[in-house]
């Protein structure tokens, strides 16, 4: 089993029940960054959403950019942006760039979005997610082997011409999916999965071994909900609110199903109960941690959120801290063995 990158997930939210100014926050969350790849984190995780007041990023290739220019090491991924809502040659083109500029860092994730505003806005149908997806993965790749990309496709025609520059690393292209045939999609066209609280690696598995690829060369890249901390209840009384303001956030714009027929939380501690987040103090990561790495060795990426939304990113810190001090070297040790 090779040894797992621990990382971060950004979404650069700004509530406006939380206010502070977008230009100190983005500084600030970018020292952040740079002070996390000293302290031993090897991957960062930026995601896409577009006209949300609370400013969740919708340029994370932008993002990536600084972040490769304030790192050395550290990969940078999206997870994920919405492939439906892009020009695929376009998205290639940056991400293309982004890769040169990091030194081959860089890797793409892609999902399939799922706010009508956002399809809407773009021109897009949101009826036509399966077909964009399945011919932006193909232009992708294309443009990065430096194929000619002429095409007269279901929904994207271009004439005969070629993308430079060609990415000397080549990222890979990761999709996220958390069901039914979507799940059935990522297996097919790519090259890694993006897994949300790990409830659905077992059906990509099943979908890769249909597809008669072999599960155990997966490449699994594992999203995190999780808040760890030397007393996790304490923390959550201090921070629970603002994973009560993102998940509802969420409930409202559609991501877990529609929004009239799944209830939002009613309060932070509706949230823990339920175990949308876990709370655990430093013994119980290793453990936990452990036997999921065990389980699935496929795990290449496991990433946490750094701060949610309207958190102090002082108050982010000091879990990075805590996690690279008392749980990393401790999950490392036991897998080890």
Request: glycine fraction near 10%.
């Amino acid at each position: 089993m090779s040894e797992v990158r621990f990382g971060l997930w950004y979404d650069f939210r700004n509530p406006g029940l939380w206010p502070r100014k977008f230009e100190p926050f983005y500084r600030d969350t970018l020292d952040q960054i740079a002070w996390a790849e000293e302290l031993g984190y090897g991957c960062v995780w930026l995601t896409e959403h577009h006209f949300a007041e609370d400013g969740y990023t919708p340029s994370p290739l932008v993002l990536g950019g600084a972040i490769a220019a304030r790192t050395k090491e550290m990969r940078i991924s999206t997870s994920l942006m919405l492939l439906p809502l892009h020009d695929p040659i376009r998205l290639a083109e940056d991400a293309a760039t982004l890769s040169l500029l990091s030194g081959g860092r860089f890797d793409l994730g892609l999902g399939i979005g799922y706010r009508q505003i956002e399809f809407d806005t773009f021109g897009r149908k949101v009826s036509h997610r399966p077909s964009l997806m399945e011919e932006g993965c193909e232009v992708i790749r294309r443009a990065w082997s430096g194929e000619s990309l002429e095409m007269n496709g279901k929904r994207f025609s271009y004439p005969d011409v070629t993308v430079y520059p060609i990415p000397e690393h080549r990222p890979k292209l990761l999709i996220g999916a958390m069901g039914g045939p979507a799940i059935e999609r990522a297996a097919r066209l790519g090259e890694g999965f993006l897994s949300t609280q790990n409830a659905h690696i077992d059906e990509y598995f099943a979908a890769l071994t249909e597809l008669g690829k072999d599960p155990a060369q997966a490449s699994v890249h594992a999203g995190q909900w999780a808040i760890i901390a030397e007393d996790p209840e304490a923390t959550w009384a201090e921070i629970g609110d603002h994973a009560l303001y993102q998940l509802n956030e969420y409930i409202g714009w559609g991501a877990f199903g529609p929004p009239d027929e799944v209830p939002r939380f009613p309060d932070r501690d509706a949230i823990a109960a339920s175990g949308a987040f876990q709370l655990w103090d430093g013994p119980t990561a290793v453990t936990e941690i452990t036997a999921l790495l065990k389980q699935y060795p496929q795990i290449e990426d496991m990433y946490f959120w750094a701060q949610l939304p309207g958190e102090p990113v002082e108050s982010g810190s000091k879990r990075m801290e805590f996690f690279m001090r008392e749980v990393a070297p401790k999950v490392r040790a036991e897998l080890a063995k």
